[in-house]
């Protein structure tokens, strides 16, 4: 698979107790969607642990194998932000991460403040869609 | 004492519109889980707007001293695009599609505070969500007894008042409630 970008495939949000609010996927990830979830829902474990010693919200790359790698962040209310990228793309420096992490928050909190959406359940919003097309754009 | 408690550059009675659109949203989100029906909730929100309206008309004269006396529909929708939608939302307003012998018009309001962060579920298309400001503007106008109706619509970009002069009330003082 050849990615000219920064290799994202797949954006996942996890609630506090693990249920799902929302993913993302980049058009690359299209063939293999079950692949690349089951991989970002495989982290989730490890996220757990890692969260628990973590002195702050980005987590780093927390999971690889052949093929992917996946990269995370806990929010201060226990919302796990879970990126998966190809594991052969190059050029993704902690700085970035941070950075593209910091925006999907943001998107997150806009997107939860939106009257209409009860707390807890899977999301629709514009806001996430947008800032998720522009981060598989990069 | 209590003017070194003031934070810098913050103006005491504004306040953040966050707050103001998410207090605005749970309103309408409770609202719309006590009455089940969108119409219904229109038509509250309506009220809503209508007694806040009757009241900041006087308020909002009381300020501006130089607002000249509105004579026809025209001016009447520039005094509200430029000088009443400014003062209580913030931001600007156009007036276009004149309708009917300059009778009907639309106030486009962009970036509407109040839907700030809302996105309206698709079975919900039946629901004004700015119709408060929609009925503050009946309201104001009927304290200076014009009768108009007004419904407030919302695009994918922007909030569309639509204001349909009705006649110049004579002799009867405005209601207190609708």
């Known amino acids: 698979m050849i990615n000219p970008g920064n290799g994202a495939l797949c954006i996942s949000i996890v609630g506090k107790e693990n249920a799902r609010l929302w993913s993302g996927l980049s058009d690359d990830a299209s ?50 932000f879970v990126l998966v990228t190809d594991s052969k793309s190059q050029g993704l420096r902690d700085s970035e991460m941070r950075a593209i992490f910091k925006k999907l928050h943001h998107a997150y909190c806009n997107a939860i403040s939106n009257p209409f959406y009860v707390v807890g359940q899977p999301i629709k919003s514009k806001h996430l869609t947008e800032a998720a097309k522009q981060i598989f754009a990069q | 004492m209590s003017k070194q408690q003031k934070p810098v550059g913050v103006d005491a009675k504004k306040m953040s519109s966050e707050l103001f659109a998410l207090t605005y949203g749970s309103l309408v989100a409770e609202m719309l889980k006590d009455y089940e029906d969108p119409r219904q909730v229109n038509l509250q929100l309506d009220k809503v707007g209508f007694n806040m309206g009757i009241r900041l008309a006087d308020d909002f004269l009381s300020k501006q001293a130089g607002v000249p006396k509105c ?30 012998g300059d009778r009907e018009f639309s106030l486009q309001i962009e970036n509407n505070p109040l839907t700030e962060f809302v996105e309206v579920p698709q079975d919900l298309t039946s629901l004004h969500y700015s119709q408060m400001i929609a009925g503050a503007i009946r309201g104001g106008l009927e304290a200076v007894h014009i009768k108009v109706t007004t419904t407030a619509i919302e695009t994918p970009t922007n909030t569309v008042i639509k204001v349909k002069f009705i006649e110049v009330l004579k002799d009867n003082l405005p209601a207190g409630e609708d």
């Not at chain 1, 996220?47 to 987590?59: G, M, W």
């Not at chain 1, 780093?60 to 996946?70: A, E, F, P, R």
Request: proline fraction near 1%.
């Open chain 1, 31 to 80: 063939r293999v969607v079950c692949e690349v979830e089951l991989f970002a829902h495989v982290s989730l474990d490890i996220v757990d642990e890692r969260a628990t010693k973590a002195t702050e919200n980005y987590l780093g790359q927390v999971y690889s194998d052949h093929l992917y790698k996946c990269f995370a962040y806990v929010s201060s209310t226990g919302v796990k």
């Open chain 2, 71 to 100: 004579t026809d529909c025209r001016q009447m929708a520039e005094t509200l695009s430029k000088n009443v939608i400014p003062a209580y939302l913030g931001v600007s307003a156009t007036v276009n599609n004149w309708e009917s």
